[in-house]
C-alpha cells in the first residue's frame, strides 16, 4: 500500500458523532421537497405510504431520515436479508430502509413481499439509496411495478448557498469553528458535490489535529492537495 493510500485510509476511517438535529436542516431549492415530506407525516397519499429519497453520497438523506425516525419512532433498515416473512408480518412501527440496492442485503422476493404487506397493512416506510431505485437492474418485474408507484424524490446536487451551510454544519460537528472567509475559500476550490463537502472537512479536521492547530489558509491549501490526490 502506498503512503497516499494509507493516508486515504486513514482520513476516511476517522470518526465523528453525526449531530442529526433538526435545526441543521437547510431547507431550499436542492432538498426542500424532501424536507416538506417529512414535516408533512402522517399527510401521506392514503393509498401509497412508501417514499424513497435519492440523491448522491453525503446529500442528507441519512439527516433527513433520521429526523423522521425520532418523529415517528421508526425502525431502521440496512438490509432485510435475515428477516422472515413471519416477522416482517408482525412488524407494526413505521420503517426505513437506510442505502437500498440491489445487492444481496436486499433480495428481491422478500422486497416485495414487504413492500406489499406495508400497503396492506397501511404501514409508512422511508428509503434512503443513492440514485432512482428504478435504475438498480431489478429482475422481478412486480418489484419494478411497485417501486415505480413509490413517492420518489431526488436531492439535488447543491447549489453555492447550499455548499457553504453544509460546511459549516459540518464544521460544528467536529467543534471546529472556522471563520467565514474560510468557508468562502474552501467553497470556491472544491467539487460541487456532497461527497467532496464531506472528504475535505474530514481532511482539515484531521489536519487540525495532526498540527494541534486551528483552522488557516495553509492548512486548507494542505487539505485540499490531499482531497486531489485521493480523488484522481
Not at 197 to 207: A, T
Request: aromatic letters at 12%; proline letters at 3%.
Amino acid at each position: 500500500m502506498t503512503a497516499r493510500d494509507n493516508y486515504k485510509q486513514e482520513v476516511l476511517d476517522f470518526k465523528y458523532k453525526n449531530k442529526f438535529l433538526y435545526k441543521d436542516l437547510y431547507k431550499n431549492s436542492c432538498n426542500e421537497i424532501a424536507i416538506n415530506i417529512i414535516e408533512s407525516w402522517p399527510i401521506w397519499p392514503s393509498d401509497n405510504r412508501i417514499t424513497c429519497i435519492y440523491g448522491p453520497p453525503g446529500s442528507g438523506k441519512t439527516h433527513i431520515a433520521n429526523i423522521w425516525r425520532e418523529k415517528v419512532d421508526a425502525i431502521v433498515y440496512e438490509g432485510i436479508n435475515s428477516l422472515t416473512l413471519d416477522y416482517i408480518y408482525s412488524i407494526k412501527q413505521p420503517l426505513i430502509f437506510e442505502n437500498l440496492n440491489n445487492g444481496l442485503n436486499w433480495p428481491e422476493e422478500l422486497l416485495f413481499e414487504f413492500f406489499n404487506e406495508i400497503k396492506s397493512s397501511n404501514n409508512y416506510l422511508l428509503i434512503t439509496c443513492n440514485e432512482n431505485p428504478l435504475k438498480f437492474g431489478w429482475k422481478l418485474k412486480d418489484l419494478i411495478s411497485r417501486i415505480s408507484s413509490f413517492t420518489n424524490i431526488e436531492i439535488k446536487l447543491p447549489d453555492d448557498e447550499l455548499i457553504k451551510k453544509i460546511l459549516v454544519k459540518q464544521f460544528s460537528d467536529r467543534q471546529l469553528s472556522i471563520d467565514k472567509q474560510y468557508i468562502e475559500y474552501i467553497s470556491l476550490r472544491i467539487e460541487r458535490s456532497y461527497l467532496a463537502i464531506n472528504n475535505v472537512v474530514k481532511i482539515i479536521d484531521k489536519l487540525t489535529l495532526k498540527y494541534k492547530k486551528s483552522v488557516n489558509y495553509n492548512l486548507i491549501k494542505e487539505a485540499l492537495s490531499y482531497l486531489t490526490k485521493i480523488t484522481n
